[in-house]
């Protein structure tokens, strides 16, 4: 579970940033005004997290900004697993 | 009060930096006001939006951090009293505030949403008049800017809770203060707007503000060089040249939006509100998918949100692939119909065309297709050296698909539209070098903006693209534009242009070829623009006779149309809008005449269109009547001790329907001079009205003329349900049982194709019909008083030919009089003190025929 952020950033850096982009991605860097996640590449990695780590995401944790930076992705997963558990 | 050590401490260098920040942001701010209102840019409204702003932007400099928001709201409300006046003003914030309301009532949202929508079928209803609203019509496009998207996604963002609702962000967010310029605004989120606010780094972000007006007002400026130079209309189109012309310049018209979106987001800034870019190098997207994430930005971010992400997570189960494509087909059939949604508010109207549906339908199966396709790949990796040509390549292909397909966007009909390609196979040298400089000047410019960082990363290259850098040069390259002198150096031709972007001015062309897209429509009612009257656009732009407008009598012959006989206006009712206006007998706007001459009186007859029949002015204040008072008066001689000038003027007249006219009855009178007039705008104006003429099977007397309507298919034109381009397609629908029409384009352009010939054809027509009779013919160049006077005198070649000597009034109002010489902004024809200049110029013109007249022997 310690590794969350670490999963994500290099799920990120291998299958939705280009170089530029996956250079210095810090835990609180905005992942849509980086320019790393638009609508598209959001699904990519809504499909990895619930995958990943057995989750269920909605539209609305996409609307609230769940996912715009990896600590927010981090409390997310957390909550959402602590929930199963 | 302030310590002696602070009084004299030297302000360190961040404080200086910041102070340097904010002068040269006002300064920057000044000369943006200077050059709008130099070249008049855009709505009138824009002017005191931006000085409003820069006074915010002071203030907020000044303010404690607590009144900022405060401010701009109280800011926001000046502006519009200031633009709308107290009446109006007080009726958009009343309906504002009422509708704000609503989406805080502190009941369910359900009930909100019940209410919300109870509210907007109201106003819909006061929209399409079937009611009275208390304000001007001139309000409507602001208020439905304001409040057609906002409300949805203010209760959408505070019901769930994410977002403060406080009082003055509420108001900030509805009442913005760039609205008042621009009726087409970008769709702002409340949470967005809201997180927004401050997020930044203070001086990035108005430094942000400044870089983003001053690009918007370049983009104005290039949207205004294209329209006033090199836009065409859809009847013009006849090799590839015209028509990559058309289709080029019809998607550059988009410029105006991007500049006015630009300038919105900008002067945002100014006041703290660090909101994303509404579009980003749209012209060199490299792909469908890319394309959509350039161009509207907002509107696709108000897609993804409210309308992709929910229909994606609802139906996910179906798999990724599909969902997707479910999801982004949805987008765009919502995005269709929110346009329609768009229109009605805006325009009045909800239209549901075949074209918008393939438009929309189109580009988003090519949205799809490159979605999936990028789900299927990794992102894309950027070379570490060199230019990429593939990325090239791709926008080029990508520019080139979205300006056929915003083609079929903005012309009037499917089938005219068809009709139009056929212009592609008339392979010209024009066509080929167009088609040649667009493709590579995108090619590489895509290129060079997508090449690797480090290809531009020099020390100059960094320092040039820093925000005040970038702001500060667009603002003097436009001011440089506007210098006399720079003109001076520079080839004709560049001056020519450069001149053209000076600022809007009516000119003829422009009203006739008015190009049709989808925003140039909704940009047409600008926000505090006037409401349309009776004025001359309207009746340029449509031929059905003008409701409640009783003078005018339909004619199943070459005239068409033609005046009432024996009105006498307003007192019979039916026509309200000014002047008294009376007809004789013979529906002639002049006095009766007995077709007999009477002793010693010489007749003129002048024909023409509304200038000659006095749109404008009263009865008794032509400048017929002003001539023949004071050719009565001053100007007898020989044996003609008495002038009758004769007003056979009607609306809209062509040089056909001149001759027609003239034939008709003109001779009846037995005139001794015959004057033909002739407008700026005769070579556009008259395939409208040949088009006319074949629609409805009209019988043609002169054979010459006929035989021109036959060579052209112009004869017996389909007038079928179904509109088929093409003679070959028509008859082969004929073959099914289908009744098929020739589309109005197709019409329109055949008609060009014969117009000149048939003009040509009326004046030495005329010519030999006033010699038979004894009549001298004169041509005279008049129009209504535009800004910019024709130049030249249209069929001038033909004219001389036909031997027929010219009187050129296009230059009678005096450069500096012309607004006051108009009957308004909207109505160009000349108003009484204008048919007064006429009348002068004319009679001194007109007294070496007289005198001619005079020397030769007896009155006919």
């Known amino acids: 579970m310690n590794d969350i952020k670490q999963t994500v950033r290099r799920y990120i850096v291998e299958h939705l940033s280009s170089a530029d982009e996956a250079k210095g991605i810090a835990d609180d860097t905005d992942l849509k005004e980086s320019g790393i996640l638009e609508s598209l590449s959001t699904l990519k990695l809504v499909s990895f997290l619930e995958k990943t780590f057995n989750i269920e995401i909605q539209a609305d944790d996409i609307d609230a900004g769940d996912l715009s930076s990896l600590a927010r992705i981090e409390t997310l997963v957390k909550a959402r697993t602590n929930m199963k558990l | 009060m302030l310590t002696p050590a602070a009084e004299i401490a030297p302000p360190n260098s961040s404080t200086r930096r910041a102070l340097f920040g904010y002068f040269l942001a006002i300064a920057q701010l000044t000369l943006i006001i200077g050059v709008v209102a130099h070249y008049r840019i855009d709505s009138p409204a824009l002017n005191p939006v931006l000085t409003l702003a820069g006074i915010g932007f002071i203030l907020r400099i000044i303010a404690p951090a607590a009144y900022r928001v405060p401010a701009f709201v109280i800011l926001s409300f000046c502006g519009i009293f200031l633009i709308f006046g107290l009446r109006d003003g007080a009726w958009l914030i009343a309906v504002g505030m009422l509708l704000i309301g609503v989406c805080r009532l502190p009941v369910s949202l359900f009930y909100r949403v019940l209410v919300l929508i109870f509210c907007g079928a109201l106003l819909a209803l006061l929209r399409v008049e079937y009611g009275y609203s208390p304000w001007s019509y001139a309000l409507w496009p602001v208020l439905a800017s304001m409040f057609m998207f906002r409300p949805m996604l203010y209760v959408r963002a505070t019901s769930s809770g994410r977002v403060d609702a406080g009082e003055w962000d509420t108001l900030a967010y509805f009442f913005m203060l760039p609205n008042l310029a621009f009726s087409l605004f970008p769709v702002i989120d409340y949470q967005a707007f809201r997180q927004s606010y401050s997020s930044k780094n203070e001086r990035e972000i108005y430094q942000r503000g400044v870089l983003w007006i001053s690009r918007g007002i370049v983009h104005l400026l290039l949207y205004r060089l294209i329209y006033a130079n090199f836009i065409n209309d859809p009847t013009e189109v006849v090799t590839l040249g015209d028509l990559v012309q058309f289709m080029v310049c019809t998607f550059l018209l988009y410029l105006r939006v991007s500049g006015q979106f630009h300038i919105a987001v900008g002067v945002l800034h100014l006041f703290g509100f660090s909101l994303p870019e509404t579009n980003r190098l749209y012209l060199l997207s490299s792909g469908f998918t890319d394309m959509w994430r350039r161009m509207n930005i907002y509107w696709t971010d108000f897609m993804t949100k409210v309308v992709f992400y929910p229909t994606y997570f609802r139906i996910k189960r179906i798999g990724p692939a599909l969902a997707t494509s479910i999801s982004t087909g949805v987008v765009f059939l919502v995005t269709w119909l929110l346009h329609s949604y ?466 050129n009034l296009f230059n009678v109002y005096p450069e500096a009089q012309r607004s006051a010489l108009r009957v308004s902004a909207l109505d160009v024809h000349a108003n009484e003190a204008g048919h007064h200049v006429i009348a002068d110029a004319l009679y001194q013109k007109l007294l070496p025929v007289i005198a001619a007249k005079c020397a030769d022997a007896t009155p006919h």
């Open chain 2, 342 to 807: 768009q229109w009605f508010w805006l325009r009045g109207d909800f239209p549901l065309r075949l074209q918008d549906g393939l438009f929309w339908g189109v580009l988003g199966a090519l949205v799809i297709r490159g979605v999936l396709r990028e789900m299927n790949s990794e992102p894309a990796r950027k070379s570490s050296s060199g230019w990429n040509w593939s990325v090239g390549i791709r926008a080029a292909a990508t520019f080139s698909v979205i300006c056929f397909l915003w083609s079929l966007w903005s012309v009037p009909s499917l089938a005219g539209w068809a009709w139009m390609l056929s212009a592609a196979l008339k392979v010209d040298e024009k066509g080929i070098v167009l088609l040649s400089i667009t493709l590579a000047t995108v090619t590489l410019l895509s290129m060079w903006v997508h090449a690797p960082s480090t290809q531009h990363e020099s020390r100059l290259m960094r320092i040039s693209l820093l925000p005040p850098v970038r702001s500060t040069v667009s603002i003097l390259v436009v001011i440089m534009a506007a210098l006399p002198a720079v003109r001076g150096i520079v080839p004709p031709a560049v001056a020519s242009v450069l001149k053209s972007v000076q600022a809007e001015k009516l000119n003829p062309r422009n009203n006739v070829v008015q190009s049709r897209g989808y925003y140039e429509q909704l940009n047409a009612i600008g926000a505090a623009d006037e409401p349309e009257e009776g004025g001359s656009e309207r009746k340029i732009e449509s031929w059905s006779l003008p409701k409640n407008d009783c003078r005018w009598q339909l004619q199943q012959n070459l005239l068409m149309w033609g005046l009432a006989p024996s009105l006498d206006l307003p007192r019979q009712g039916c026509w309200t809008q000014r002047a008294k206006f009376s007809t004789n007998s013979w529906g002639m706007r002049d006095k009766e005449y007995a077709t007999a001459k009477p002793p010693d009186t010489m007749r003129v007859e002048i024909f023409g269109a509304s200038q000659v029949m006095g749109e404008g002015t009263t009865d008794a204040g032509t400048f017929e009547q002003l001539v023949e008072q004071r050719l009565n008066s001053e100007a007898a001689c020989g044996s003609y001790r008495h002038f009758q000038v004769m007003n056979f003027g009607v609306d809209a007249y062509t040089v056909i329907q001149q001759l027609a006219l003239l034939d008709d009855r003109g001779f009846n009178f037995s005139p001794d001079v015959v004057i033909f007039t002739v407008r700026g705008i005769e070579r556009l104006w008259t395939p409208y009205y040949i088009s006319e003429v074949a629609r409805h099977h009209i019988e043609i007397p002169y054979q010459p003329l006929k035989v021109l309507f036959q060579k052209e298919g112009l004869e017996n034109v389909d007038q079928g349900t179904v509109a088929i381009p093409f003679e070959s397609w028509r008859k082969a629908a004929r073959r099914f049982g289908l009744e098929p029409s020739m589309p109005a384009a197709e019409l329109n352009a055949r008609a060009a194709r014969i117009s000149d010939d048939a003009t040509d054809w009326a004046w030495g027509r005329f010519a030999q019909l006033s010699a038979a009779h004894g009549a001298t013919p004169i041509v005279l160049a008049l129009d209504v008083v535009w800004d910019e006077a024709p130049e030249q005198i249209p069929y001038s070649a033909a004219i001389q030919a036909a031997g027929l000597p010219v009187i």
